[in-house]
């Protein structure tokens, strides 16, 4: 095997682990403000992906509507449906001391959205096919899909956007308040409901977009979705809580290691050496690789 | 006077659902299979409410301790450790199938338990199946890898020693549950649940008991496991190391009332109940129809059934 090892490989193996890891990075954003504001760890988010990668291969299918297109309706849809999921199931769950509810909740509608999905989509594995989805960009002896270069973009603006907004509007200053110290953000008259809702809204919203990036780019089956959710946790563990750039750069990190891992060694332990460095970086660095303030878990 | 009452009523309905498989026909009826299920949801909702429901420590790691008794019995009889014996029911290789997990638990709780708090814990634990998921299928012959290992299923005859074994377990779950959290060991474990720093202060080895309970709660899944091997004659990740071994017993804890004694079980007779039917009657989107009563329970009965008539049942 070594012999065909060369550095143009290695970097080939780093674009396509950076490119992908992407997606866990856009889905640990989600869990990320999700579970800094609210402490739900949201195990529904790769179920919502999956849903929202069936829409975009329904959107196309039927209506023939580009996927990158479908990105601004889906997006908003997301951001709709996220608003919506939060009033109808996770409001009351909030406030209650019990955790275990939010998370059965979240589990709950993890059961629900991928047996709805096999029932009405089957359990086959779909993906999309446009008239670019084999086409590739060639730097040197590098060969970069063009659909995982557009998600990887996608991502990138997507994160651009909800770090903005965080950073510059009244309700994401709001936002970051609550998951900061929801008593204190509470004491200066922030509402918890309209900022729980909007952290809800982009945290969907986001899934929504990477849904999008993922139908383009692979093949999905409804019970993919648990899997993903479980590498967005990797994530956001390895990039550390309330931090937006931090859970996409854990991502990234961990589609990197999986890569590589699933190239040095084989496919299948790749899963388990993700999580390894998941519970080794738990035990020894709690508050993640990049935040340099230390906070209790 | 009211706890030996309790403990009276508690072994009559044992002895009386003893009798049952005696009465029905335990190869036709649906009756043994629901009950026997349910015996089996019971020893894990226990299990797994001894360490959430009292210590306060949400573990999401019991399909592992559960396939991993599993995989001790299978593995056991398949290498004939004890040559020639008899493995069908062998009450050795059920113990056995019980200790591996509690090795495991000691080794993999030490460090988490006493590292991870809350939420961490349950990622860890979650994380820990998710390892032993590919430990297993890449285990190559030594597991079986993605098809696992057959037992010799043509010592088969009726579903009665399943049956009794699972009623033996529940009633041994419960009992475990029950004597613990009457003692001074239970009183240490809601300490903890209630604050993990007054307990300490208080002079309670704190890592000590969360070890202990979550080593009880593995044995009690090891058993299962085993027992359940015994059921299926085939030990395979997808049988055993599947997540709904442990989403069921947290929802049936919570749906009956955790960190009571007779929560669990209401909760595991329930939601078995609601499963199977929804299983007959719907057989296409059962498991729909199970994720939208999960989701309806959690938002109106949040504390479980036995608050429902008790407001004041104490946790605890």
């Given amino acids: 095997m070594l012999e065909y090892l060369t550095a143009g490989l290695l970097l080939q193996l780093l674009i396509n682990g950076i490119l992908f890891g992407t997606m866990y990075g856009l889905a640990a954003i989600g869990l990320s403000l999700i579970f800094g504001t609210m402490h739900i760890i949201f195990l529904s988010q790769g179920a919502v992906i999956v849903l929202m990668a069936y829409f975009c291969y329904w ?35 909030v406030r209650m001391e019990d955790k275990n509810i939010s998370l059965l ?11 709805l999905m096999a029932v009405v989509w089957t359990a086959n594995p779909r993906s999309i096919s446009t008239s670019y989805t084999s086409s590739s960009i060639s730097i040197g002896n590098l060969d970069i899909s063009f659909t995982r270069l557009m998600g990887f973009v996608i991502a ?10 965080l950073k510059r509007t009244l309700i994401g200053k709001a936002v970051r308040a609550a998951s900061e110290d929801i008593e204190a953000a509470r004491l200066v008259g922030i509402s918890p409901h309209r900022g729980n809702t909007a952290t809800f809204a982009i945290g969907i919203g986001l899934s929504g977009i990477a849904g999008i990036a993922i139908s383009t780019t692979y093949p999905f089956d409804p019970y993919f979705g648990f899997i993903f959710s479980l590498k967005a946790m990797i994530a956001l563990a390895l990039g550390g809580l309330g931090s937006v750039s931090g859970a996409l750069l854990g991502g990234i990190i961990l589609g990197v290691l999986e890569s590589w891992a699933a190239f040095f060694i084989s ?9 390894g460095v998941f519970l080794l970086v738990l035990m ?5 690789l990049f935040v340099r303030s230390i906070k209790k878990a | 006077m009211r706890d030996m009452r309790s403990i009276i009523i508690a072994l009559l309905v044992a002895l009386f659902l003893a009798l049952v498989p005696l009465v029905s026909d335990s ?32 573990s999401l790691g019991t399909h592992a301790f559960f396939a991993l008794g599993a995989y001790t019995t299978a593995m056991i009889w398949r290498a004939d450790l004890f040559k020639g014996a008899n493995y069908y029911f062998d009450p050795i290789t059920m113990i056995l199938s019980g200790l591996v997990p509690v090795v495991f638990a000691f080794a993999i709780g030490i460090p988490l338990l006493g590292k991870l708090r809350g939420d961490y814990f349950a990622l860890g634990t979650l994380g820990f199946g998710e390892i032993l998921k590919v430990a297993f299928i890449k285990g190559g012959h030594f597991t079986g890898g993605p098809i696992g290992i057959m037992l010799p299923s043509s010592v088969y005859t009726t579903m009665r020693p399943h049956y009794w074994m699972a009623l033996f377990l529940a009633v041994l779950a419960t009992g475990v549950v029950y004597f613990m959290t009457r003692s001074r060991i239970g009183l240490a474990l809601v300490a903890i649940r209630e604050d993990e720093t007054a307990a300490s202060s208080s002079g309670i080895h704190v890592l000590k008991y969360k070890v202990l309970a979550f080593a009880i709660s593995a044995f009690l899944f090891g058993a299962c496991g085993s027992l359940y091997a015994y059921y299926l004659f085939q030990v395979s990740p997808d049988g055993f190391l599947i997540l709904r071994w442990t989403l069921y017993p947290v929802l049936m804890c919570v749906i009956g009332g955790s960190g009571t004694v007779i929560g669990p079980i209401l909760g595991s007779f329930v939601m078995t109940g609601v499963f199977t039917a929804a299983n007959i009657y719907f057989p296409t989107v059962h498991p729909v129809f199970s994720g939208i009563i999960i989701i309806v329970v959690m938002l109106f009965m949040p504390n479980g059934i036995v608050r429902l008539w008790n407001r004041e049942a104490q946790r605890g």
């Fill in chain 1, 105 to 115: 909740i979240a589990v709950g509608l993890m059961f629900l959205l991928e047996n």
């Fill in chain 1, 59 to 93: 959107l196309f299918t039927l209506l023939h509507i580009d996927p990158y297109i479908s990105t601004v309706i889906l997006g908003s849809a997301a951001l709709l449906l996220g608003a919506g999921l939060y009033q109808l199931l996770f409001r009351r769950a």
């Fill in chain 1, 284 to 288: 020894f660095k709690p508050e993640g």
């Fill in chain 2, 27 to 58: 190869e036709k009826s649906y009756l043994i299979y629901f009950l026997f299920l349910t015996f089996c949801h019971i020893v894990l909702t226990q299990g797994w409410n001894l360490v959430a429901g009292y210590t306060g420590q949400i």
């Fill in chain 1, 267 to 275: 496919g299948g332990w790749a899963d388990a050496i993700g999580y």
């Fill in chain 1, 156 to 165: 990138i603006l997507a994160t651009v956007g909800v770090t903005l907004f």
